[in-house]
């Protein structure tokens, strides 16, 4: 099982950037593609990125591509999302999460469920 800790939200204006950072402890995150999810109240949680486990191939969602990274440093046992431009509609609770995969290059976008979640890091965007 891996444990994993969100951290760098806040409050931030319409047009600013944020950059969350997800530490893993527990096992080595090189074993597991990564991604990052999001919840806005009311809404049922949504997909917004994921990084293959080599960290070479990364996919998004539609709504942040363009002005999202996802990035991992294995070393660190982290995981990154800088997002810039941002809206208020990606204010949300983002959550980081684990898929263990054999297949280093794979970006899964569906599957997650029965990998290992964090606690989540609460973004608002003020217009």
């Known amino acids: 099982q891996v444990q994993l800790v969100e951290s760098g939200g806040g409050l931030v204006q319409a047009g600013g950037s944020l950059r969350l950072s997800c530490a893993a402890s527990?096992?080595?995150?090189?074993?597991?593609?990564m991604g990052w999810f999001r919840q806005a109240p009311e809404k049922e949680r949504e997909f917004v990125a994921s990084?293959?486990?080599?960290?070479?191939?990364?996919y998004y969602t539609d709504s942040v591509k363009g002005r999202s990274t996802i990035s991992r440093d294995n070393t660190k046992n982290t995981v990154y999302l800088q997002i810039n431009s941002l809206k208020p509609e990606d204010t949300a609770v983002y959550y980081c999460?684990?898929?263990?995969?054999?297949?280093?290059?794979?970006?899964?976008?569906?599957?997650?469920?029965?990998?290992?979640w964090g606690q989540g890091t609460q973004v608002t965007v003020s217009s």
């Open positions: 990084i293959s486990r080599s960290g070479v191939y990364t």
């Open positions: 999460a684990t898929q263990y995969n054999i297949n280093p290059s794979y970006t899964p976008t569906i599957g997650w469920n029965n990998g290992d």
């Open positions: 527990g096992r080595t995150i090189s074993n597991y593609a």
